[in-house]
């Protein structure tokens, strides 16, 4: 298990190394940097020396390489460095919007699995009659509405019935729940739709399959009920998989959110993605890249870990 | 000779495999006939629309659905039913050809992954779980940022690119996987001793048994393609103004007014939302026709 777990983190470092280096060198392959954005609305009127200073301060004045190699040594001491735009440390950008996105994330992941755990075994005991189909379109649809359609629908809804817009201010949960939740659970829902779609056809299609075995078969020859056969038997062994897309969805939603935050106006780690795209803050585009891959890989690990605890068949040595 | 009594020979009714596929999945049909409608409207939309997609209106701004505008014009006065259809161009186009693209460059690496194996397959699999572990947003962004806009025939080529680029991994990983399988079986073997070379090997003998699998991920991606598109338009990373595209619709100033002019953006989301349905149904149904093991 030990062995098993070194050669598997061993193994992220040459995939974190590669993400490193191509966006590195894709993000000083795009055309025009942050001193241009920054000084942009002064239109010609700023002098060359100060585009200089400014340069020589962030260290752009540089080659690529130097730069690169600057930046990953900063990165194994764990110093992510400043953001070109606002100057002040990554860690602490990231950090004060951490806690939104992360919320939207898991709030979605639950929403998600409180819908799709029934909805998707109810589809597959119920295979092929109205009740599979009802489900199916409902969760084919799930994957064709996209999300920040969804949100915005959902802002139009609330504001013609009820005349009400979801708090623009984030509260946090600790402090002040109710309001917490009235303004992040619509963001929540419109990803969380999509989630819960995905969840619900890995979950027919394994309880399909695993409802075809042969203990269920003994299960049922043994005169347990209908009810328990699925519960005890079935769901149980089709857990594995959806545990994976769960996990690996959930990793996806840090970078998904990027779109939904937008509609909602929620200042999280997607709004911060955007923004530092046009501002051109290839520091923080990179630390946000890096931080990103980073959990899905992880994530990846803990679900392939997850697995020999749940399944004691699965033996990694 | 008589026909033996008592037999009575019934003939099989053999029926075209595409009426047999409605038969058997009513709902991959559905989703057909809105991909057929939607192809109508992409082909024909010169003649379908009743309006210019760019033609400007000021004396309509933001109007109501109504019998001159059924679905109503948005703030610069240009009628919704007409860029929706119009938009259909421009979301098929972008569909397609980025699906086929991603497809195909997914499929040689997964096949050449599978065929070679050892070293080459280590490579190619770290490579594959770089872009795997990249986000998607990103990707696609820097990708379109790089090549710059190369518009040829209306469409950006390099927005296709940048759409395709995502897909290429799990192509190749699902592709490798059948063509894994298939290394193994005698007659591969037997085309080796026979001096087959790797390239004849590999067209004649592994691809056309990876085809199921490659055409399933292919229609599962048309309807990925679309709504990626839609997102990065949306972001303003995609397609650009004044072209008719359904993300486009739904940014700028549609954001700004959509609360009072709900109609501009209630269409264009039903419209991509249908689409990457029907494509999703279409691309589920074919897979129970072909091959109901494969996960996508």
Same mark, same amino acid.
């Given at each position: 298990?030990?062995?098993?777990?070194?050669?598997?983190?061993?193994?992220?470092?040459?995939?974190?190394?590669?993400?490193?280096?191509?966006?590195?060198?894709?993000?000083?392959?795009?055309?025009?940097?942050?001193?241009?954005?920054?000084?942009?609305?002064?239109?010609?009127? *700023?002098?060359?020396?100060?585009?200089?200073?400014?340069?020589?301060?962030?260290?752009?004045?540089?080659?690529?390489?130097?730069?690169?190699?600057?930046?990953?040594?900063?990165?194994?001491?764990?110093?992510?460095?400043?953001?070109?735009?606002?100057?002040?440390?990554?860690?602490?950008?990231?950090?004060?919007?951490?806690?939104?996105?992360?919320?939207?994330?898991?709030?979605?992941?639950?929403?998600?699995?409180?819908?799709?755990?029934?909805?998707?075994?109810?589809?597959?005991?119920?295979?092929?009659?109205?009740?599979?189909?009802?489900?199916?379109?409902?969760?084919?649809?799930?994957?064709?509405?996209?999300?920040?359609?969804?949100?915005?629908?959902?802002?139009?809804?609330?504001?013609?019935?009820?005349?009400?817009?979801?708090?623009?201010?984030?509260?946090?949960?600790?402090?002040?729940?109710?309001?917490?939740?009235?303004?992040?659970?619509?963001?929540?829902?419109?990803?969380?739709?999509?989630?819960?779609? *995905?969840?619900?056809?890995?979950?027919?299609?394994?309880?399909?399959?695993?409802?075809?075995?042969?203990?269920?078969?003994?299960?049922?020859?043994?005169?347990?009920?209908?009810?328990?056969? *699925?519960?005890?038997?079935?769901?149980?062994?089709?857990?594995?998989? %959806?545990?994976?897309?769960?996990?690996?969805?959930?990793?996806?939603?840090?970078?998904?959110?990027?779109?939904?935050?937008?509609?909602?106006?929620?200042?999280?780690?997607?709004?911060?993605? %955007?923004?530092?795209?046009?501002?051109?803050?290839?520091?923080?585009?990179?630390?946000?890249?890096?931080?990103?891959?980073?959990?899905?890989?992880?994530?990846?690990? *803990? %679900?392939?870990?997850?697995?020999? %605890?749940?399944?004691?068949?699965?033996?990694?040595? | 000779?008589?026909?033996?009594?008592?037999?009575?020979?019934?003939?099989?009714? @053999?029926?075209?495999?595409?009426?047999?596929?409605?038969?058997?999945?009513? $709902?991959?049909?559905?989703?057909?006939?809105?991909?057929?409608?939607?192809?109508?409207?992409?082909?024909?939309?010169?003649?379908?629309?009743? #309006?210019?997609?760019?033609?400007?209106?000021?004396?309509?701004?933001?109007?109501?659905?109504?019998?001159?505008?059924?679905?109503?014009?948005?703030?610069?006065?240009?009628?919704?039913?007409?860029?929706?259809?119009?938009?259909? @161009?421009?979301?098929?186009?972008?569909?397609?050809?980025?699906?086929?693209?991603?497809?195909?460059?997914?499929?040689?690496?997964?096949?050449?992954?599978?065929? =070679?194996?050892?070293?080459?397959?280590?490579?190619?699999?770290?490579?594959?779980?770089?872009?795997?572990?990249?986000?998607?947003?990103? $990707?696609?962004?820097?990708?379109?940022?790089?090549?710059?806009?190369?518009?040829?025939?209306?469409?950006?080529?390099?927005?296709?690119?940048?759409?395709?680029?995502?897909?290429?991994?799990?192509?190749? @990983?699902?592709?490798?996987?059948?063509?894994?399988?298939?290394?193994?079986?005698? #007659?591969?073997?037997?085309?080796?001793?026979?001096? #087959?070379?790797?390239?004849?090997?590999? =067209?004649?003998?592994?691809?056309?048994?990876?085809?199921?699998?490659?055409?399933?991920?292919?229609?599962?991606?048309?309807?990925?393609?679309?709504?990626?598109?839609?997102? $990065?338009?949306?972001?303003?990373?995609?397609?650009?103004?004044?072209?008719?595209?359904?993300?486009?619709?739904?940014?700028?100033?549609?954001?700004?007014? #959509?609360?009072?002019?709900?109609?501009?953006?209630? =269409?264009?989301?039903?419209?991509?939302?249908?689409?990457? =349905?029907?494509?999703?149904?279409?691309?589920?149904?074919?897979?129970?026709?072909?091959?109901?093991?494969?996960?996508?």
């Amino acid at each position: 298990m030990l062995r098993y777990l070194t050669h598997r983190i061993l193994l992220m470092i040459p995939t974190l190394f590669g993400v490193a280096l191509l966006v590195f060198f894709m993000l000083r392959a795009m055309p025009g940097d942050v001193v241009e954005v920054m000084f942009r609305s002064e239109g010609a009127n *700023v002098p060359p020396q100060v585009i200089e200073e400014e340069k020589r301060r962030l260290g752009l004045d540089k080659p690529v390489p130097v730069q690169f190699v600057k930046w990953m040594g900063g990165v194994l001491q764990g110093d992510l460095g400043y953001s070109m735009w606002t100057g002040k440390p990554i860690t602490h950008e990231i950090g004060i919007r951490l806690e939104l996105s992360l919320q939207v994330a898991i709030m979605a992941t639950i929403l998600a699995l409180l819908i799709a755990l029934p909805l998707g075994t109810l589809s597959a005991v119920f295979r092929d009659t109205w009740i599979d189909q009802v489900i199916r379109v409902v969760s084919i649809s799930g994957l064709a509405v996209p999300s920040f359609w969804l949100g915005m629908i959902i802002i139009l809804v609330l504001l013609t019935l009820f005349q009400w817009n979801p708090p623009l201010i984030f509260t946090s949960f600790f402090e002040n729940p109710r309001e917490n939740l009235s303004q992040l659970i619509w963001p929540a829902l419109a990803v969380g739709y999509r989630y819960s779609a *995905v969840v619900t056809r890995m979950m027919r299609s394994t309880l399909l399959e695993v409802l075809q075995e042969d203990y269920i078969r003994t299960a049922r020859a043994k005169g347990l009920r209908e009810r328990l056969v *699925v519960v005890r038997h079935a769901m149980k062994n089709a857990m594995l998989p %959806v545990i994976t897309v769960t996990g690996l969805e959930f990793a996806f939603l840090i970078g998904g959110l990027v779109v939904t935050e937008q509609v909602f106006n929620l200042n999280g780690i997607g709004k911060l993605f %955007v923004d530092s795209v046009s501002r051109a803050d290839n520091t923080m585009l990179q630390a946000l890249v890096l931080l990103v891959s980073v959990s899905y890989i992880a994530i990846n690990l *803990v %679900v392939d870990l997850l697995y020999a %605890v749940l399944d004691p068949r699965v033996r990694y040595r | 000779m008589s026909a033996l009594p008592g037999i009575v020979y019934k003939p099989v009714v @053999r029926r075209h495999p595409a009426i047999a596929f409605m038969r058997r999945q009513p $709902l991959g049909a559905a989703g057909l006939a809105v991909i057929m409608a939607m192809v109508i409207a992409a082909v024909g939309a010169n003649w379908i629309a009743p #309006y210019d997609p760019l033609g400007v209106d000021y004396a309509n701004l933001l109007a109501a659905p109504s019998a001159e505008h059924w679905l109503g014009t948005d703030s610069f006065g240009r009628d919704v039913l007409t860029r929706i259809i119009y938009g259909a @161009r421009t979301a098929l186009a972008v569909g397609f050809l980025s699906s086929i693209l991603g497809s195909v460059v997914g499929a040689i690496i997964g096949v050449a992954s599978a065929y =070679f194996g050892g070293r080459i397959d280590l490579t190619i699999q770290r490579v594959m779980d770089v872009i795997l572990s990249f986000p998607i947003i990103v $990707l696609a962004l820097a990708v379109s940022a790089i090549l710059g806009k190369n518009i040829v025939f209306g469409i950006d080529v390099n927005l296709i690119v940048a759409i395709a680029t995502p897909m290429v991994p799990n192509v190749a @990983r699902v592709v490798r996987s059948s063509a894994l399988a298939i290394r193994e079986l005698p #007659y591969i073997d037997a085309a080796r001793v026979a001096g #087959y070379s790797h390239l004849r090997i590999i =067209f004649r003998h592994i691809v056309p048994n990876v085809t199921a699998p490659f055409l399933i991920m292919l229609t599962a991606f048309v309807g990925q393609a679309i709504l990626l598109e839609a997102s $990065l338009s949306f972001l303003g990373l995609g397609v650009t103004e004044p072209t008719p595209a359904w993300g486009l619709m739904l940014t700028g100033a549609a954001a700004d007014f #959509y609360q009072q002019a709900p109609w501009m953006i209630i =269409f264009p989301g039903v419209a991509i939302s249908l689409a990457v =349905f029907a494509f999703n149904l279409f691309g589920d149904s074919l897979r129970d026709w072909l091959d109901p093991k494969i996960k996508l």
